[in-house]
């Protein structure tokens, strides 16, 4: 089933050059950039994105490294496209994540870990809500469908 997903590339990514390669890595898997920005993350949207650790003793840290720098926010589109991104990115804890994933290959972070990325369907619907105005997000139709998929795939 054709999915979109909320990514975003966290400031230790943009602090280590690393945005362009880690872009190219889910664009080379087939994955398509419907909608992509560079946001300066505040209190308000960082408490929303994070409730579920707001009461945890990390959130002031995790917050501070979340606004040291703009983040790059991309809705990334493809058939599965929130479990292929969650693959791709590998454990959270880039210490145990495997080598191959984006945090196996360039992170021994817990918190800075190069990525965020949706974890359910309705993760991703209410992340994307929260990063993007519905006109931000465009609708590719089939280009570059039949290069990407079988026929029976879309």
């Known amino acids: 089933m054709l999915e979109k997903t909320l990514v975003l590339l966290k400031p230790c990514t943009f602090e280590r050059g690393l945005i362009g390669e880690i872009i190219n890595r889910f ?3 087939g994955l398509r950039i419907a909608g992509m920005k560079m946001l300066q993350l505040d209190d308000e949207i960082l408490a929303e994105h994070y409730a579920h650790l707001v009461g945890k003793p990390f959130f002031g840290i995790l917050k501070e490294s979340m606004m040291r720098t703009p983040v790059v926010a991309m809705c990334l589109e493809g058939v599965d496209a ?4 969650r693959t791709m990115t590998g454990s959270t804890n880039g210490r145990n994540a495997d080598p191959g994933t984006i945090r196996g290959d360039y992170c021994m972070s ?14 991703a619907q209410a992340e994307l809500n929260r990063f993007f105005r ?6 590719l139709g089939s280009l ?5 998929y079988a026929l029976d795939e879309v």
Not at 82 to 85: A, D, G, H, K, N
Not at 110 to 123: G, K, T
């Open 27 to 29: 664009e080379k898997k």
């Open 82 to 85: 929130i479990s292929v991104v």
């Open 110 to 123: 817990n918190q800075q870990n190069i990525v965020h990325a949706s974890d359910s369907p309705e993760s």
């Open 134 to 139: 519905p006109e931000e997000i465009f609708d």
């Open 144 to 148: 570059n469908m039949p290069r990407l």
